[in-house]
Each structure stands twice: as C-alpha cells, then as structure tokens.
C-alpha cells in the first residue's frame, strides 16, 4: 500500500523470505516499509520511537525506493493506528506544508502533482490525455527548482521595461524560421543588433507546438544576456517551469507530439536541453512597464500586478497561492469547477500568465473536457496602453481596445497549414508591434498600422 502522510511518503510491502530476492515466497506476518527520501523514514522511527527504535534503515542504493525498514506486521498496525489517531487536520496538503515547513517543500510539490493526476482520472480525463511518464532523471531535473531555494531570482517579478523604441513580438511557439524571418524583416542583424538601437521584447510561450522550441529558447535567452532583448513568462512557460506535462509540451520531456493520429514534426529535448530550459525560465518576469506601455502574457490585473511585484520567485509564489487557494475548500464534495476557477482567477501566477475564466457549456479543447472559458478582459481595461499575447487572434479580428493590444496572430498552429502543403502565404502569423510606431510587421514582411 501507499501511504502519504505528513511526516512523508512509504510504501509498505510484505517482506519476502529468506534472502529477500526475487522468486522467493512472501512472509505474510513481516512489513517491508519503503520510502524515497531518507528523513521521511526518519520521522516516521521518530515518531513512533517505543515501536521502531530498533528498525535499522537500510539503503538500496540504484534501486526503487532507496531506504526501507522491516518490521513485524503486529507492529506496524500499530504505526497504522497511531497516523490515524493524529488526524486533526481538514486539508492534507496544507497540514505538510505548515508541519514541514521549507524543508518538506519538494515533498509537498510532488503531493500537488499527485492530486493534480488522481483529479483528472477522476473526471475521465485520462483516457483522452496521457502526459508523458517521466523518468527519475527527468524528475530529478524537474526537481532540482525545488530543492535549491537559494537561488532564486534576485529581481522582482515586475520589472522595469526598456526605454526607446521597441518591436515586442507575440507567442513564438518554437518557430525559430518565422521568428528569424521576421527579425530580418524588423532590421535587424544575425546577432540581434538595430541601425537604430531598436529592442526587442517578448510576450512569453516561446515554446511548444511548433518545430523548434529549443532553437528559440536559446537564441531569446542569448538576445537577453546581451540586453537586446527582454521577455515575459508565459503559460506554456510555466507548465513547463512547474514539471506539468501537456500534449503540447512532450519535446521537452523527450517524446513526440502527437494530434490527430499524426506525429508533428519538433526537434526533442535531451538533459542538457532541460536543465538549460528550466534555468533560463526561472529568470524570467511576469510583468514588464514603464510609464507609456506596459507588456504582459495574457492579462494585466492591477492587483495581481502588486502581489507579483512583492515576490522574487514565480515557482514560490505559485505554490503559495496554490496553497492558500486550496485551503479554502476544506469540503471533500466541493463543487470542482468552482475550485478550478478559483485556483485559475485567484493565483496572480495564473492569471497574469492564461488570464480570467467563467463558466461555459461543456466543450473539448487541448484534448480535454473544458467546462470554463476564456473572458476577454481587455473590454474593460483602461489605463496605460497594454501589450499582450496568449488569445492567438487572427488578423483581421478585432484584437483590443484603445489601451491594449494582442500581438498573438496564431502562429502556434502554423504546423497544420504545412500539414496541408503550405509553405508561404500562411493564415497564421507571427507578428510584431513596432513601439512607439504602433505599425505591425509579420514575419512575411507585411506590415499595416494599428
């Protein structure tokens, strides 16, 4: 059985006899008692001292699950009694992150990953989408953010957007040849420099979908240590800072995308690849401004602006609303699209990065059952005049009002056009706002006035 509780994870076995190998009978009266992580076997000897003091841990080193204590099953009902008899707390989640504190934050992040599957299989979801497996390395990558909370960001999640004039091109979406193509097209030379000292800024989702995203990553991440170039976090972003897998987001983890029963054509991510992805999104903002624009993902809130300028850290300050979010719907038969709106319009992470949602009629997007839907929140916006991306709204419609604008033309889907034989003239476009100009530039090289 597995058994999560707040002193850690374990999984409990029937020991096998004799020499314990495979192939041999199980002993149905002894417990093998495994965990991942030696302090969580620790505190469970600690907790139950008068029953485990002489439990001698044992290490397995290269095997599955590393430590591992045997004891008499009659004891270890025991232990089964006593966890039962502590319970006192309404949220499971939130008793390990205040019984823990900072140092059981690895521990309560893959708890969240767990509930995050075991809700979708719940609601049938896992038949429709599979995410990736990972495996221990990936998950050690992945983890890495977690455990070295030291190193986090120096800088505030909002920060200062350059001065003079600026191109801030929309969601990318691993198109390295639009992307290049539309530089040229900008002015700009091989290695990112202007005749006119312009710069470049981008709206985020520099990944997934389509052919490249490792190429864009690293040619945006070069662009940026040079200062010619500044980006924001976006959701695709963060999926991927947060270990979440998505249909659309298998390259990093190694595996292809697959829609319709086709394979989509994108170069995979190796370990390197990852480490030197997750270490660059972790630099990044969510929020660029300075006095006549600022720049965003999907939604500019001024008060989930303020709370995301307080923080340092976008995985930190994810998890601590996620957190508190959580902890307010104690109630096992809550209502669970309320909870997801919640976490969705409540979290600054979340909707400064995917913006607002309401209720809808049931639909499938993404290949999921969606029951909530996007709210055009730049209708009512009105302030500094706001750049953003996400919406992947073609040209032509309308895209804003007079103090916002989306520069997303849709070109994460581009791939299905050369599906269809295409190779110039595309529908679905990467674009980019000339700042103070109000001119858009495509990576085909029309451009018309805003």
Not at 99 to 116: I, M, P, R
Request: proline letters at 4%; aromatic letters at 10%.
């Amino acid at each position: 059985m597995w058994i999560f509780t707040k002193h850690g994870f374990y999984s409990a076995v029937c020991a096998r006899q004799g020499d314990g190998r495979y192939g041999q009978a199980v002993d149905p009266n002894r417990i093998m008692v495994r965990a991942r992580v030696h302090k969580h076997l620790d505190a469970l000897k600690e907790r139950f001292a008068g029953l485990l003091r002489d439990c001698e841990i044992q290490e397995f080193p290269g095997s599955d699950y590393a430590y591992r204590i045997f004891v008499d099953k009659p004891v270890w009902s025991q232990v089964l009694v006593g966890l039962n008899e502590e319970l006192d707390y309404d949220n499971f989640k939130s008793e390990v992150a205040d019984f823990q504190g900072d140092e059981g934050t690895a521990y309560e992040h893959s708890l969240h990953k767990v509930w995050s599957v075991m809700n979708r299989l719940q609601e049938g979801e896992m038949m429709v989408e599979q995410p990736p497996e990972l495996s221990q390395e990936d998950e050690e990558i992945l983890d890495r953010i977690w455990d070295e909370r030291g190193k986090e960001s120096k800088s505030s999640l909002v920060q200062p957007l350059f001065d003079g004039p600026l191109d801030i091109i929309g969601d990318v979406h691993g198109e390295i040849d639009a992307l290049q193509s539309l530089l040229g097209h900008l002015g700009y030379d091989k290695d990112g420099n202007h005749p006119q000292g312009r710069r470049l800024v981008f709206v985020g989702d520099l990944t997934d979908r389509g052919p490249d995203s490792p190429a864009v990553v690293d040619l945006v991440s070069t662009l940026m240590k040079e200062g010619k170039a500044q980006c924001v976090l976006g959701n695709h972003d963060l999926n991927i800072l947060l270990g979440h897998p998505k249909h659309d987001n298998n390259w990093f983890f190694g595996k292809d995308y697959v829609e319709d029963g086709i394979v989509v054509p994108q170069a995979l991510a190796d370990k390197e690849i990852r480490s030197k992805v997750l270490d660059f999104f972790r630099t990044l903002p969510i929020a660029l401004e300075r006095n006549d624009l600022r720049v965003i993902h999907a939604c500019w809130n001024d008060a989930m602006i303020d709370i995301a300028s307080k923080s340092r850290d976008v995985v930190t300050l994810y998890h601590e609303q996620h957190k508190l979010i959580e902890g307010s719907f104690p109630e096992l038969d809550s209502d669970d699209t309320e909870r997801d709106l919640a976490h969705q319009n409540r979290n600054p992470v979340k909707l400064l990065s995917s913006g607002p949602e309401e209720r809808t009629e049931p639909f499938h997007a993404s290949g999921k059952l969606r029951k909530v839907g996007r709210v055009q929140w730049w209708k009512n916006y009105q302030g500094i005049f706001c750049v953003f991306g996400h919406y992947s709204i073609l040209d032509g419609q309308t895209r804003g009002n007079d103090s916002t604008f989306c520069i997303d033309y849709g070109v994460a889907r581009r791939w299905t056009e050369r599906r269809e034989g295409r190779t110039g003239g595309f529908r679905l476009k990467l674009g980019a706002l000339r700042w103070p100009e109000r001119v858009v530039v495509f990576d085909e090289g029309e451009e018309h006035a805003v």
